[in-house]
């Protein structure tokens, strides 16, 4: 299965940054997962609006062609950590490649959302970007675990 994150890039700190890597170099070969970053649009004074289409732009170009959209917004479905293993099981079968993306400062561009074959949540709560990228980083490295019967995932 190959699978992209493509987040708008905030400057993640150091520590989020060795997470992601390190939960990314969990994955045996037949599980390609990688984070892409697209740079975040200025904000000086410009609509939010522009900006999210600025940053939507360059995050459409960065999505593997063919790759199944699913993008991560508070208003999206929430999934426990064993539906959503069984929901990336289903895309596997399929033969979907799929990408998750995580917006900038103002969100992700409603057009975007529109585009995308699911809306997730990974909180109730607004997360910083940085922490974002781990938990989901760590949440499809523990839904591999839950479908491969890995004792990383104990529940």
């Known amino acids: 299965m190959k699978i992209t994150i493509v987040a708008v890039d905030l400057r993640s700190p150091g520590w989020a940054a060795e997470a992601v890597s390190d939960y990314l170099g969990r994955f045996p070969r037949d599980w390609k997962v990688e984070l892409k970053t697209v740079k975040e649009e200025p904000r000086r004074g410009h609509p939010k609006e522009k900006l999210m289409a600025a940053e939507a732009e360059r995050i459409r170009k960065s999505i593997p062609k063919g790759s199944l959209l699913v993008t991560l917004d508070e208003h999206g479905r929430d999934l426990t950590?064993?539906?959503?293993?069984?929901?990336?099981?289903?895309?596997?079968?399929?033969?979907?490649?799929?990408?998750?993306?995580?917006?900038?400062?103002?969100?992700?561009?409603?057009?975007?959302?529109?585009?995308?074959?699911?809306?997730?949540?990974l909180s109730s709560m607004t997360l910083p970007h940085a922490l974002a990228r781990v938990m989901l980083s760590e949440q499809i490295y523990r839904a591999w675990s839950v479908l491969n019967g890995h004792p990383y995932h104990r529940a």
Do not use: C, H, N, Y
Request: glycine fraction near 12%.
């Open 81 to 121: 950590t064993v539906e959503f293993a069984r929901q990336l099981s289903a895309w596997e079968r399929g033969g979907d490649s799929v990408t998750f993306v995580i917006g900038g400062t103002d969100g992700i561009d409603p057009d975007l959302k529109r585009e995308s074959r699911m809306m997730i949540r």
